[in-house]
């Protein structure tokens, strides 16, 4: 499999707002903004750890009436999504080892 890092995704200005003490639910840690290609803020994105124990990225989106989410910006694919938590991961200083967890 290729590395996710070799896709390029120039995501810089990376910052981390923990949620506060009580308010973690369902692994959540905090909210992460970054800028993409010096054009595009995201902002609203969230930290947090699955139940394997893996850290993720959760996208921003809103909810219809009928309960589909539609979500603001996604990364296009699974590579991409790799490739940007990666790079997300490393500015927080989160090793592959806690963004990757194999289960042991």
Same mark, same amino acid.
């Given at each position: 499999?290729?590395?996710?890092?070799?896709?390029?995704?120039?995501?810089?200005? =990376?910052?981390?707002?923990? =949620?506060?003490?009580?308010?973690?639910?369902?692994?959540?840690?905090?909210? =992460?903004?970054?800028?993409?290609?010096?054009?595009?803020? *995201?902002?609203?994105?969230?930290?947090?750890?699955?139940?394997?124990? &893996?850290?993720?990225?959760?996208?921003?989106?809103?909810?219809?009436?009928?309960?589909?989410?539609?979500?603001?910006?996604?990364?296009?694919?699974? &590579?991409? &999504? &790799?490739?940007?938590?990666?790079?997300?991961?490393?500015? *927080?200083?989160?090793?592959?080892?806690?963004?990757?967890?194999?289960?042991?």
């Amino acid at each position: 499999m290729a590395d996710p890092r070799a896709l390029q995704t120039n995501i810089a200005a =990376v910052s981390f707002t923990p =949620v506060r003490d009580g308010n973690a639910r369902d692994g959540m840690l905090g909210y =992460v903004t970054c800028v993409f290609a010096d054009a595009l803020r *995201l902002d609203g994105i969230a930290l947090r750890i699955t139940a394997t124990g &893996r850290h993720a990225l959760s996208f921003p989106a809103r909810t219809d009436r009928q309960g589909r989410r539609h979500p603001f910006c996604r990364p296009i694919d699974d &590579r991409a &999504r &790799r490739a940007i938590e990666a790079a997300i991961f490393e500015a *927080l200083g989160i090793g592959a080892e806690e963004g990757q967890h194999d289960g042991r």
